[in-house]
C-alpha cells in the first residue's frame, strides 16, 4: 500500500552495482571458500573474477538480517558493460516466457547482444 506522496517501490531480488544487475547464479556467485577454483558467467561465459575469504553477506536477506559469513565471491567482469547488462535481461525474460515463438524472438536479440559484447 502506498500513499500518494510516496512512490511505490518493489523490492528486485538483484543487487545493483552502478546501475547495473548482478544476479546471483548468474553473472555472481558466493561459494563456500576454496572450494571452486573458478567459475563461468552464465550470461557472457567469460570466467569470473574472484574475491578470496570475504566476510560479508550473500544476498539481500543475510544483508539485512546481519548475517555475514566466510565465502569466495565470483563476479563477472563484463557486469558492468550496457550489452551484458541487457543479454541478462534478455535471458531472464527467455526463461519466464512460455511462448515458444517469443523464445526464439528473444534468443535472437540474445545472440545479437553477445556478438556486441564479442566486438567490444
Not at 561459494?31 to 577454483?37: G, L
Not at 557486469?79 to 535472437?108: C, G, M
Amino acid at each position: 500500500m502506498s500513499y500518494p506522496q510516496q512512490k511505490e517501490t518493489h523490492i528486485n531480488p538483484t543487487t545493483r552495482r552502478c546501475n547495473k544487475t548482478l544476479a546471483k547464479g548468474y553473472n555472481v556467485f558466493y561459494e563456500i571458500p576454496s572450494t571452486v577454483e573458478a567459475m563461468n558467467c552464465k550470461v557472457c561465459g567469460s570466467i569470473c573474477g574472484v574475491d578470496r575469504n570475504v566476510f560479508g553477506p550473500t544476498g539481500y536477506l543475510s544483508a539485512m538480517s546481519g548475517n555475514y559469513t566466510l565465502h569466495d565471491s565470483f563476479c563477472c567482469h563484463n557486469t558492468e558493460k550496457n550489452w551484458h547488462d541487457l543479454a541478462l535481461k534478455l535471458i531472464q525474460e527467455r526463461e519466464n516466457i512460455s511462448s515458444q515463438s517469443v523464445k526464439k524472438l528473444i534468443t535472437k536479440d540474445l545472440d545479437r547482444a553477445l556478438k556486441q559484447g564479442e566486438a567490444s
